[in-house]
Nanobody
Framework: QVQLVESGGGLVQAEGSLRLSCAASGRTFSSYVMGWFRQAPGKAREFVAA????????DYTDSVKGRFTISRNNAKNTVNLRMTRLEPEDTAVYYC???????????????WGPGTQVTVSS
């Protein structure tokens, strides 16, 4: 069992930056692939980024490549999402999630946090 809690969301102007963090409970954090997803108003939840168990491999959806960076610290049971050059289109609730496999598929992620709101004003 893994419990996840996101933090770091807020209101930011376009071209600004935010750093989201996700704290995980349990001693098996390093066993999980960690992902970030987001859901904008009126839209389906979508994949944003993922990082492998050891942190050596990352994956990003095209719209955030070059702007977002995912990282993890297995000693602290945390995964972060550094977001730069934010755009109004990045406005969404952001969720972190844990999976036993490397994938973008949401149904493969077993554990989810409650989400944190990110709002980007133009």
């Amino acid at each position: 069992q893994v419990q996840l809690v996101e933090s770091g969301g807020g209101l930011v102007q376009a071209e600004g930056s935010l750093r989201l963090s996700c704290a995980a409970s349990g001693r098996t954090f390093s066993s999980y692939v960690m992902g970030w997803f987001r859901q904008a108003p009126g839209k389906a939840r979508e994949f944003v980024a993922a990082i492998s168990r050891g942190g050596s491999s990352t994956d990003y959806t095209d719209s955030v490549k070059g702007r977002f960076t995912i990282s993890r610290n297995n000693a602290k049971n945390t995964v972060n999402l550094r977001m730069t050059r934010l755009e109004p289109e990045d406005t969404a609730v952001y969720y972190c999630a844990a999976s036993l496999v490397v994938t973008r598929r949401q149904d493969a992620y077993n554990y989810w946090g409650p989400g944190t709101q990110v709002t980007v004003s133009s």
